[in-house]
T-cell receptor
Framework: GENVEQHPSTLSVQEGDSAVIKCTYS??????FPWYKQELGKRPQLIID?????GEKKDQRIAVTLNKTAKHFSLHITETQPEDSAVYFC???????????FGTGTRLTIIP | GAVVSQHPSWVICKSGTSVKIECRSL??????MFWYRQFPKQSLMLMAT?????????EQGVEKDKFLINHASLTLSTLTVTSAHPEDSSFYIC???????????FGPGTRLTVT
């Protein structure tokens, strides 16, 4: 089955700086890669996703890049703000399987 | 759109009793719903996949007789924790997959405490 690794497990950045979280996946059949943000005690919120036919996607301060050859994808947050502090999970899925495989999460802390 | 509700948001029960958790997609149809369990500071662990009108598919290590899942309609799935024990205390989260789409949308979660 699919295995998703996520790094780093914790990340602290100064407000205004950029944050990058990286994930690798094992199953080359995976073709959909969402990123979720989870605040303490709350539900995971889908913040951005990318499909395997696209190399990069951007939504305001958030971007995701995908390297299918290397089987890794990354989340980039620019101009970080205190409200970006949360746990971020990457995930992978291939159509037909339906099950999301989550990474282990990254606790991002934005230092004011 | 894509709102998922979960009820109750928290519950405390005694050992040996059963607890039912409901997951509803409020503004879309979901052929497939998923049930996850999350321990503090850990990732989401998939327990089972629930398909409308058919039996749930459980992940390895998850007891199907203990965690009963019913997906009676395109907008409702229920998880019943039977004969609950303290080790079942956890945060249970459902997600609903919009029919014909990849995207999964999560409910707010249910914090279960078994005393």
């Amino acid at each position: 089955g699919e295995n998703v690794e996520q790094h780093p497990s914790t990340l602290s950045v100064q407000e205004g700086d950029s944050a990058v979280i990286k994930c690798t996946y094992s199953d080359s059949a995976s073709n959909y890669f969402p990123w979720y943000k989870q605040e303490l005690g709350k539900r995971p919120q889908l913040i951005i996703d990318i499909r395997s036919n696209v190399g990069e996607k951007k939504d305001q301060r958030i971007a995701v890049t995908l390297n299918k050859t290397a089987k890794h994808f990354s989340l980039h947050i620019t101009e970080t703000q205190p409200e970006d502090s949360a746990v971020y999970f990457c995930a992978a899925i291939y159509f037909g399987n339906e099950k999301l495989t989550f990474g282990t999460g990254t606790r991002l802390t934005i230092i004011p | 759109g894509a709102v998922v509700s979960q009820h109750p948001s928290w519950v405390i029960c005694k050992s040996g009793t059963s607890v039912k958790i409901e997951c509803r997609s409020l503004d879309f149809q979901a052929t497939t719903m998923f049930w996850y369990r999350q321990f503090p500071k850990q990732s989401l662990m998939l327990m089972a996949t629930s398909n409308e009108g058919s039996k749930a598919t459980y992940e390895q290590g998850v007891e199907k007789d203990k965690f009963l899942i019913n997906h009676a309609s395109l907008t409702l799935s229920t998880l019943t924790v039977t004969s609950a024990h303290p080790e079942d205390s956890s945060f249970y989260i459902c997600s609903a997959q919009r029919t014909g789409s990849y995207e999964q949308y999560f409910g707010p979660g249910t914090r279960l405490t078994v005393t």
